[in-house]
């Protein structure tokens, strides 16, 4: 089986955006790939190493949102980065394959400095995550990577760092991995401004309550224009009908919607109606799942994970250290 790898920061609940970026995908792989799923604790350090609760409060929700998404731990290995000391070693002997000068140019990377406004203050770590993701997966030898567009500099960074090892070590001890990404990869935010993310605030979690989700849906962004029923309105650029889109079962009920938007005679609060009743449906069972783990199953889960991936990380450190030729004894 082609092993998969792919992981969250666990700084937060998970959103629609993660459930449509790369959930979704990671569900329909389980069973077909051997996939494992990081709780990324280390790489969420790099933004929050002054308060660390944050991150570690968050990693008994994360698996809490997979296991209720539907991510079986029978089909899946989870694991907790930092509980896998050779991601931190396989990371060091990267950091001399990447210039500084290739990482200030990582678009996801640049993105995330501007939005924190981080400046002159940017930490080394933070700048290097990449370099620290491409440990990840490739410590588990992983060729596919279930994400969302927003990570496809990560794989390319990886895939740099995979061909460079292997040619200067004379090696093909590293694989190289493709994304797998879904339909929609990239979720609007309520606000209609940008992407849907926790920290803008702007996104429905899945583990929102009903009201909040409706108090969301119908504080959607849609057309300002659009100020009678029976004027017509826009469905470019209208939140509504993007997550209609995006989870709205039907495409043609969808499509005729729209249609009768356009012309007219269609008023936002009833769309927003649907969107709500689609989006309940979706979000009720999930909901409802979160709340049967126990802690303990959940500290089981991820202790049998953590071994298991532990044998697979050893085995490919003591590789990497015999074609660098650390080995005296
Ligand atoms: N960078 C990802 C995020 O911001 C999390 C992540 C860490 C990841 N390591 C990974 C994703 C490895 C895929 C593969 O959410």
Do not use: W
């Not at 998404?69 to 000391?85: A, E, H, M, R, Y």
């Not at 009920?253 to 309940?280: F, M, P, R, S």
Request: aromatic share 6%.
């Amino acid at each position: 089986m082609v092993v998969a790898l792919t992981g969250d920061r666990p700084t937060g609940p998970l959103h629609l955006g993660h459930y449509v970026g790369s959930l979704m995908n990671r569900l329909v792989m389980q069973g077909d790939f051997e996939q494992y799923i990081m709780i990324a604790d280390i790489q969420a350090l790099t933004d929050n190493f002054e308060h660390p609760q944050k991150v570690t409060e968050n990693v008994l929700e994360l698996i809490r949102d997979y296991l209720a998404v539907g991510l079986d731990p029978s089909k899946n290995t989870f694991f907790i980065q930092s509980q896998i000391p050779e991601i931190a070693e396989l990371t060091v002997y990267y950091l001399n394959l990447v210039t500084v000068a290739r990482l200030e140019r990582n678009p996801t990377i640049k993105t995330e400095i501007q939005q924190k406004g981080m400046g002159e203050s940017l930490p080394a770590g933070f700048l290097c995550y990449p370099v620290s993701q491409a440990a990840d997966i490739t410590v588990v030898q992983a060729e596919a990577v279930p994400v969302g567009e927003d990570q496809l500099p990560m794989i390319e960074q990886t895939n740099e760092i995979v061909r460079r090892f292997n040619r200067i070590y004379n090696t093909d001890c590293l694989k190289e991995c493709r994304p797998i990404l879904s339909q929609t990869t990239r979720l609007v935010g309520i606000d209609g401004k940008s992407k849907a993310g926790k920290s803008l605030g702007n996104a429905i979690s899945l583990s929102d309550s009903p009201e909040e989700i409706k108090r969301k849906v119908f504080s959607m962004f849609t057309d300002p224009d659009h100020l009678k029923v029976s004027d017509s309105g826009k469905v470019e650029g209208n939140v509504v009908f993007a997550y209609l889109d995006a989870f709205h079962a039907s495409k043609d009920e969808v499509a005729e919607l729209k249609t009768h938007y356009q012309k007219g005679g269609l008023g936002d609060t009833t769309i927003k109606d649907i969107l709500n009743t689609t989006l309940q449906n979706l979000l009720d069972p999930i909901r409802g799942r979160r709340a049967e783990f126990k802690k303990s199953d959940l500290l089981d889960i991820l202790r049998t994970g953590t071994n298991k991936t532990k044998e697979k990380a050893s085995g490919l450190i003591e590789k990497v250290r015999g074609v660098i030729g650390l080995k005296y004894y």
